[in-house]
């Protein structure tokens, strides 16, 4: 049985269910425990768990990041909230050469199970140094898995199973989705790392996106369906690994693919999904691969400029238009 419930009860549920499911999880962050989370997400964990399993750190990503990846090799399995993406730059050097090589460096001999999870990306008019999309760059990383959600079900489903995984899992979420409702069902679900979602189905094009684009993805498809254009809509989920087989199934059927995304222009998963496309269904291409992603520049705070910055559904709209013209 479902029920509507939002973006943070979602991930929240998640989280206190793989609690009481395993011992060795643990939650730590800033503002966690006695604040209830930055976003409400851990509210009332404190209180079910107490302080040994829901633990509020000092401002220092880098150090609470480092106890995480120590506790993670000794038998345990934590779970570090990021107040955002954008300051956990300061803990990549334990996400990148300590978390994500573990494994390989060790021979096998430890595994490195943390969910890093937070939100990512634009939340408005926080300026440059607080909007950034990091999936390109956790996902060049090899050791790490990424999901990027954008929706309740989703959120949940996935985030239990990033729990389970005996990998690092970098979990991107969004500030301004953290109130979104949808439904979840009651009972217990896991959804499989790796595997995208056709949210829509299409004939003439296909739109690919992932986190919050997915609202501009689904817009600009609702729009197009009133011109008689049918686009098939595809949430990625997962970064990485990357299901490839959803994406190239889908663009051999409508011959056209438009990606939607927030990040820079430059090395971002639009770049490789484009040249995956391009190697693995060219011959079923009737139009050049087209995508739409954030300026190539920083975001500034009037929001004259957040707006331009930003993909959103004209903009994706008139893509998708053009992909049309030049098929014909």
Same mark, same amino acid.
């Given at each position: 049985?479902?029920?509507?419930?939002?973006?943070?009860?979602?991930?929240?549920?998640?989280?206190?269910?793989?609690?009481?499911?395993?011992?060795? !999880?643990?939650?730590?962050?800033?503002?966690?425990?006695?604040?209830?989370?930055?976003?409400?997400?851990?509210?009332?964990?404190?209180?079910?768990?107490?302080?040994?399993?829901?633990?509020?750190?000092? !401002?220092?990503?880098?150090?609470?990041?480092?106890?995480?990846?120590?506790?993670?090799?000794?038998?345990?399995?934590?779970?570090?909230?990021?107040?955002?993406?954008?300051?956990?730059?300061?803990?990549?050097?334990? !996400?990148?050469?300590?978390?994500?090589?573990?494994?390989?460096?060790?021979?096998?001999?430890?595994?490195?199970?943390?969910?890093?999870?937070?939100?990512?990306?634009?939340?408005?008019?926080?300026?440059?140094?607080?909007?950034?999309?990091?999936?390109?760059?956790?996902?060049?990383?090899?050791?790490?898995?990424?999901?990027?959600?954008?929706?309740?079900?989703?959120?949940?489903?996935?985030?239990?199973?990033?729990?389970?995984?005996?990998?690092? =899992?970098?979990?991107?979420?969004?500030?301004?989705?953290?109130?979104?409702?949808?439904? =979840?069902?009651?009972?217990?679900?896991?959804?499989?790392?790796?595997?995208?979602?056709?949210?829509?189905?299409?004939?003439?094009?296909?739109?690919?996106?992932?986190?919050?684009?997915?609202?501009?993805?689904?817009?600009?498809?609702?729009?197009?369906?009133?011109?008689?254009?049918?686009?098939?809509?595809?949430?990625?989920?997962?970064?990485?690994?990357?299901?490839?087989?959803?994406?190239?199934?889908?663009?051999?059927?409508?011959?056209?693919?438009?990606?939607?995304?927030?990040?820079?222009?430059?090395?971002?998963?639009?770049?490789? !999904?484009?040249?995956?496309?391009?190697?693995?269904?060219?011959?079923?291409?009737?139009?050049?691969?087209?995508?739409?992603?954030?300026?190539?520049?920083?975001?500034?705070?009037?929001?004259?400029?957040?707006?331009?910055?930003?993909?959103?559904?004209?903009?994706?709209?008139?893509?998708?238009?053009?992909?049309?013209?030049?098929?014909?």
């Amino acid at each position: 049985m479902s029920r509507i419930i939002s973006f943070r009860q979602a991930l929240r549920e998640a989280m206190q269910e793989e609690m009481r499911r395993d011992d060795s !999880i643990f939650l730590m962050g800033e503002e966690v425990a006695q604040y209830n989370g930055a976003y409400k997400v851990s509210q009332g964990m404190l209180d079910e768990f107490g302080p040994r399993r829901i633990l509020d750190t000092p !401002i220092a990503e880098l150090g609470f990041a480092a106890i995480a990846v120590g506790a993670s090799t000794n038998g345990t399995r934590p779970i570090v909230e990021f107040m955002t993406w954008n300051f956990a730059v300061l803990a990549l050097d334990q !996400i990148l050469n300590h978390a994500a090589k573990m494994v390989s460096m060790s021979g096998g001999q430890f595994s490195c199970p943390i969910v890093f999870r937070g939100p990512n990306g634009s939340a408005g008019q926080l300026g440059a140094q607080h909007s950034q999309a990091f999936e390109s760059w956790y996902a060049n990383i090899p050791g790490l898995k990424v999901i990027s959600v954008s929706n309740p079900y989703d959120a949940k489903g996935l985030l239990k199973s990033a729990i389970r995984d005996q990998d690092p =899992v970098v979990f991107m979420e969004s500030e301004v989705m953290y109130g979104d409702e949808g439904e =979840v069902p009651e009972e217990e679900y896991l959804i499989p790392i790796g595997k995208a979602d056709i949210k829509r189905a299409g004939t003439d094009v296909t739109i690919v996106s992932f986190n919050k684009m997915m609202k501009v993805a689904l817009g600009a498809a609702e729009e197009l369906a009133k011109e008689g254009i049918s686009a098939e809509v595809i949430d990625l989920r997962t970064i990485r690994p990357l299901d490839w087989h959803t994406i190239v199934e889908s663009v051999k059927k409508t011959n056209r693919l438009v990606i939607v995304e927030e990040q820079w222009p430059f090395a971002s998963v639009s770049s490789e !999904i484009s040249y995956r496309v391009q190697k693995e269904a060219f011959d079923y291409l009737d139009a050049p691969i087209r995508r739409i992603t954030s300026a190539d520049t920083n975001m500034h705070y009037a929001p004259t400029l957040v707006a331009a910055y930003l993909p959103d559904v004209a903009r994706t709209v008139k893509l998708v238009k053009e992909v049309m013209y030049m098929a014909k």
